[in-house]
């Protein structure tokens, strides 16, 4: 990480890395995405959301190793590591298509992280981060988010809007195709609803401490352990959850 992408981590609570894929690899990974989509829509036993304003496909990266490999891509993973820490493992990863001209949004305001017995305001605790499949402007159904709201203290009482957008202070996170931002998972952030007449397509893989239990139905299977420990790459077997629970650290190596 920078000294700016640190400061501004820090002090707003997300991060956005613009062209983090290549054209040629948002092309592969538009390509990947799209026949994992083919695949879960055609079977409804495939795990995910079937809703009207939204369709969650859950853990992509059981469909293709492209939507895999982006779990530890270069421009992203060395900035999730910073932020999380050395014990960083994934802990959920979903496809999320939000369908044109949708009547509400998806995801009210919320936080990620709010589990008893830690004080969340000085833990980064998990950290999110979205890869932009599609352009994403201020209709079509992005994030927003209240900037520095992961350091506001406990209990702190946001005011209750019936539409998203009304939300003081709040930002939209708008980009192009192929770009990501990552954000605290304490962080106050919504979606707002897509006014658009295109579907706005993203990933995302969220990322916590090794000693956390993955979100349920998120554990990878069986076959996919298989492969990476077969690989033998340490990044690659801790963020999939091959360790002990309390040992488990990337060497600085790694
Ligand atoms: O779809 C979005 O932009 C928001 C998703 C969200 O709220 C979340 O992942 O916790």
New binding site residues.
Partial sequence: MTDEQKITFEAQGFLTIPNALSSEELRNVREAAERAYRKWISDPSLPGGRGET?EQVQCPIEYDDVLLRLLWHPNVFPLVRHAVGDDVMMIDN?M?V?PPNTKHT??HW?H?VGMPGVYHPMSVMMV?V?FLLTDVNENS???AMVPGSHRFPEGFQFPTVEDPRAMPAAVQ?TGKAGAAYMFNGRIY???VKNESDAPRK?L?Y?YGHFWMKMWSGYEPSAELLNRVEQSGDPVQMQLLGIGDAYGQRLAATA
Avoid: E, R, Y
Wanted: glycine fraction near 10%.
């Fill in positions: 939204l979903d999320f939000t998806h995801a919320h990620d999110k979205f159904g992005g994030t996170m952030h919504c979606a993203v995302i969220n």
